[in-house]
């Protein structure tokens, strides 16, 4: 039984029940009498006025009761504004009425009733949160640590929301029983266990969508923006577009969250002191923009672009295409990754992409080395020397001053605890959970030492994802896209007017976030531009 928390499930007053009435049917059920079972989408919102209502776990096939909701309290979960397949059932308890309301309702109704929308808000991401805490699962997923494929289907699940439990080929007692209970082999995983009787052996992520019932099929409608990628800026830019009523569709080739989402906690995010992890910021974002009308379709890679009959059109590696009047594009990008046997696996435990205040404090009294010679490594060397007791920084070339700022070269050279290794690179990773050795070979001699590292800090850039962009769009030579004066500047542009500042080389199609050259690279950054070129979106819509 899940803890009868009053936030997941606070009672509603008389006022608050009259109020619902009016959008409501009352309806009765007799004891035993399934009000919405598991798996059923676009499921409606029940509120108990007299009698009980069981909330039933059916996953592992037989019944176990989760809660009973009393008269005044209510069903659903961040599922129920999504229309996404119910993950729980809910039963009649003893006799009972309810008042039903269907979900587009209850969507208006949290528009409209700020109070009672905070109340049910609050409550759905907390009962989904005492859920996955509870180690409720509605799918298993049986694979090694060290496989990409399980790496790939535990992200998507995760960034979906969608809860699971993992079992681990490498440690998990359970393992054996599993394997042989469903006559699989250790070479078939990863396998995904969706129900009693449903096994996917590894599935694509659309696959895995279809199963659960988390991927819609897109609308034949043409939409006055489509978001390219649910990152903190495709996020901002869907709450900023449908709350000021443009008919607002996100596409993700994974789930909402983007790198953001893979972040356990950000500190620096304007307005939370005690900082939040990716994955709150990500959900609550999502509720948000679903609050306002605004549809996300996930396991949608985009992979095309192209015009037709006056629209943009996006081509989804599923074959299907969406139009629409304007479309942004905050498909992001991802840390470059050091091509050094076991580096993914020590990703998290071992390899960073960021230095801050948390991984500084893991390399307190440690030795770690720092990957690349540009000012995000010069910076990461100084703030880290000031815990660790030793920073390497390699380079491969010769030159510490060729792509850094001259003031952070000295600050490094003045700072006793900081050695630079020229013509160096990491050639080998050793430790058993965590990094604890690491290879250097000098590329001029071929000489190699190993030392020792608790961590490895990587800045080599990074690479943007904009290989389905078409040649319309113009991007530097790293493929970051060009906007604005980026593009003004340049050849091509077609029109009169200036572009707007978010705006690519070709007029109506937008970048924000880190995809966009120029970009600051941080979450609060990506945000503003969502939010910033919504408002280019609906200038460039007033004049076309
Ligand atoms: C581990 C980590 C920790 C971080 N910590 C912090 C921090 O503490 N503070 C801070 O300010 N910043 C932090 N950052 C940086 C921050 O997360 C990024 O700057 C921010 O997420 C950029 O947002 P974005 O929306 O531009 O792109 P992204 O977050 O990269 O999102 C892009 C989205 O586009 C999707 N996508 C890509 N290609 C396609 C396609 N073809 N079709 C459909 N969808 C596609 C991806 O799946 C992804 O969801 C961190 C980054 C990482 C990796």
């Known amino acids: 039984m899940l803890n009868h928390d009053p936030i997941a499930f606070p009672k509603l007053d008389e006022a608050q029940l009259t109020t619902l009435g009016t959008f409501a049917t009352l309806k009765a059920f007799q004891e035993g009498e399934t009000l919405f079972a598991a798996g059923e989408p676009d499921c409606s919102f029940f509120v ?33 504004l999504t229309g996404r397949p119910a993950v729980v059932s809910g039963v009649a308890r003893t006799p009972c009425e309810v008042y039903e309301i269907a979900a587009a309702d209850l969507r208006r109704i949290l528009n409209d009733m700020p109070r009672l929308s905070d109340v049910l808000l609050r409550a759905f991401l907390m009962r989904r949160q005492l859920l996955e805490e509870s180690g409720f699962a509605v799918v298993r997923v ?69 199963c659960l019932g988390i991927r819609k099929p897109l609308a034949q409608a043409v939409y006055d923006l489509v978001v390219v990628g649910a990152g903190p800026a495709g ?41 939040l992890s990716g994955s709150d910021l990500a959900n ?15 396991a949608a890679e985009v992979v095309g672009l192209s ?95 060729r792509d850094m700022s001259q003031y952070l070269v000295q600050r490094i050279e003045h700072t006793p605890n900081i050695a630079v290794r020229c013509r160096t690179e990491i050639t080998r990773m050793h430790g058993n959970k965590t990094l604890d050795m690491v290879e250097l070979t ?25 290989t389905w962009l078409s ?11 060009k906007t604005g004066m980026h593009v003004a500047k340049s050849q091509g542009w077609p029109l009169r007017r200036q572009p707007f500042l978010l705006e690519t080389s070709r007029p109506g199609i937008f970048a924000a976030g880190d995809v966009r050259l120029g970009s600051v690279k941080r979450v609060a950054a990506a945000v503003g531009e969502g939010a910033m070129a919504v408002q280019f979106i609906h200038a460039y819509l007033a004049s076309h």
């Open 235 to 275: 996020l901002a830019a869907a709450v900023y577009g449908a709350s000021e009523g443009l008919k607002t569709l996100m596409l993700d080739k994974i789930g909402p969250g983007g790198q953001a989402g893979t972040s356990s906690k950000i500190e620096n995010y304007l307005g939370f002191p005690t900082g």
């Open 442 to 466: 000098c590329r001029h001699t071929g000489q190699s030492d190993t030392v020792a590292c608790l961590a490895v800090f990587v800045f080599i850039g990074a690479v943007p994802h904009t």
């Open 307 to 401: 015009s037709a009959n006056g629209y943009h059109v996006l081509r989804l590696v599923s074959g299907e295409e969406v139009s629409a009047q304007c479309i942004l594009i905050s498909s992001g990008a991802s840390y470059r990754k050091l091509p050094v046997d076991g580096c993914e696996r020590f990703e998290g435990s071992g390899v960073y992409y960021a230095a801050t205040a948390v991984e500084r404090q893991l390399c307190s009294g440690a030795q770690v080395v720092i990957v690349g010679g540009g000012n995000s490594a010069g910076q990461a060397a100084v703030y880290l020397s000031e815990r660790a007791s030793k920073v390497l920084v390699t380079i491969r070339h010769d030159d510490l001053g």
């Open 48 to 80: 108990v006025k007299c009698g009980g209502v069981a909330i039933v776990d059916q996953s592992s096939g037989h019944d176990e009761i989760i809660t009973v909701l009393e008269p005044g309290e209510f069903t659903g979960d961040v599922d129920i």
């Open 284 to 298: 609550r974002a999502l509720i948000q923009a679903e609050k306002f009308g605004a549809a996300l379709s996930v």
């Open 471 to 481: 040649e319309a769009i113009q991007v530097d030579r790293n493929g970051f896209v």
């Open 142 to 210: 049986v694979g090694s640590r060290y496989d990409r494929d399980t790496h790939r289907i535990r992200e998507f699940l995760a960034r979906n929301k969608v809860p699971f439990t993992w079992i681990d080929l490498e440690n998990d007692p359970q393992v054996d029983t599993l394997l042989t209970q469903f006559k699989i082999t250790v070479d078939e995983t990863p396998v995904v266990l969706c129900s009693t009787d449903k096994l996917m052996r590894n599935p694509s992520n659309v696959q895995l969508a279809e």
